[in-house]
């Protein structure tokens, strides 16, 4: 009788100890960090938001404006790439992109580009921005985004061309610190003249302005992309 107890005791003993294990190994498996990665071969959907350097102003085609560049330049490192977006002249963060927030989550895309900033600083845009109302409006979005796409990679652009570029520029670099995003700083393009369009530019957008980016000027906002990117999708 008492062999039958101590027999019953040890299968008691080790059920306990095997449930025991049984949890701890469940919290540890819970426990364990979540990585998202996008490895080559990867299926990577890009949405694009921009103004009229989106839109292609002033390159020979639209094909190299800098947003298909990086389509390009990923699909040649093995990616399937699909391109999608809005960009539009004049566009601001506010007046544009915001109202189109919800058509992007949707896109569920896995890298997205925020090219804003520059119309911004035109007082004579209906959605002029000061640079503190600009670092509103861009945290806003960018934490929008982040709240629906918690695996999406987020880059944004400094601004184009301006009197008060270092302003927003600044504004660019605080909120992508504090939101823990990409910046792409434009400023060293802007500011070298080979990168701007001239009057003898001839694009599908009409001629050059000496304002906005050549065809040169667009591969090397697309190069500075990538440069980002490929730490991004390491």
């Given at each position: ?114 090219e804003y900033?520059?119309n911004e ?85 009409g001629q ?27």
């Amino acid at each position: 009788m008492r062999s039958k107890q101590w027999i019953g005791l040890v299968i008691g003993m080790v059920c306990v100890s095997l449930a025991i294990w049984w949890a701890a190994s469940r919290r540890q498996q819970t426990n364990q960090p979540v990585i998202s990665r996008i490895t080559s071969h990867s299926t990577i959907k890009y949405v694009a938001l921009g103004d009229s350097l989106a839109a292609g102003y002033y390159t020979t085609t639209e094909k190299n404006s800098y947003q298909y560049l990086v389509a390009n330049q990923l699909k040649n490192q093995g990616y399937q790439v699909s391109l999608d977006g809005f960009w539009q002249a004049g566009a601001t963060l506010q007046g544009f992109a915001s109202p189109k927030i919800n058509r992007v989550i949707a896109m569920v895309p896995d890298i997205i580009t925020l090219e804003y900033g520059t119309n911004e600083q035109d007082r004579t845009n209906p959605n002029y921005a000061s640079p503190k109302q600009y670092q509103h409006q861009l945290t806003s979005v960018i934490a929008t985004l982040q709240a629906k796409l918690p695996k999406a990679k987020i880059l944004v652009l400094t601004s184009w061309l301006a009197e008060t570029a270092a302003d927003y520029t600044a504004v660019v670099k605080q909120v992508a610190k504090q939101q823990h995003v990409t910046v792409v700083n434009l400023t060293p393009i802007w500011q070298e003249t080979d990168n701007i369009s001239t009057p003898a530019t001839r694009s599908f957008q009409g001629q050059g302005d000496n304002y906005h980016p050549n065809d040169a000027g667009n591969r090397a906002i697309a190069k500075a992309i990538m440069a980002q990117l490929n730490h991004l999708l390491k």
